[in-house]
């Protein structure tokens, strides 16, 4: 399979295999009036398999989600056909209206006005909890 090179535009390399469809709609992409590549299950030398996304023109991403979903994803950033940046998304220390509290006992069950906010409790685990009840956030659950 050939897929053309870009010009201008980001590279997302290194997802989780079978989690480009969930970026995708979370970065919404699909808004985008750009070419915008999805490549599943691309094989990779260290993780076996690995899912890509390359966005065929410069713009803003929240790359929140990208840390959250797995901050050992690798953003590229192509400028005139080469690679200008490359590095990695970092764990937000907050997550805002991305994940949905699971306990029925949450404010933001009875309080739906209220947003789900999940702080990060542990960097070496990857923890994030909700700000009103502790609950533990679900990455699965995105």
Do not use: W
Not at 62 to 86: C, M
Request: hydrophobic share 35%; glycine share 8%; proline share 5%.
């Amino acid at each position: 399979m050939i897929i053309g090179s870009i010009h201008d535009g980001i590279v997302i390399d290194h997802i989780p295999a079978g989690r480009a469809m969930e970026l995708y709609s979370y970065l919404k992409l699909g808004e985008l009036d750009c070419e915008v590549a999805i490549i599943k299950n691309a094989v990779s030398g260290k993780r076996g398999k690995k899912d890509i996304i390359k966005i065929g023109a410069p713009i803003d991403l929240n790359y929140d989600i990208l840390g959250f979903i797995d901050p050992h994803i690798t953003v590229n950033i192509i400028r005139e056909g080469k690679r200008d940046r490359k590095f990695h998304p970092t764990l937000p220390e907050t997550i805002i209206g991305l994940v949905k509290c699971k306990n029925p006992r949450c404010i933001t069950s009875c309080e739906q006005e209220l947003p789900h906010v999940f702080c990060l409790t542990d960097r070496e685990n990857s923890i994030y909890r909700c700000r009103y009840c502790e609950t533990k956030a679900e990455k699965h659950t995105l």
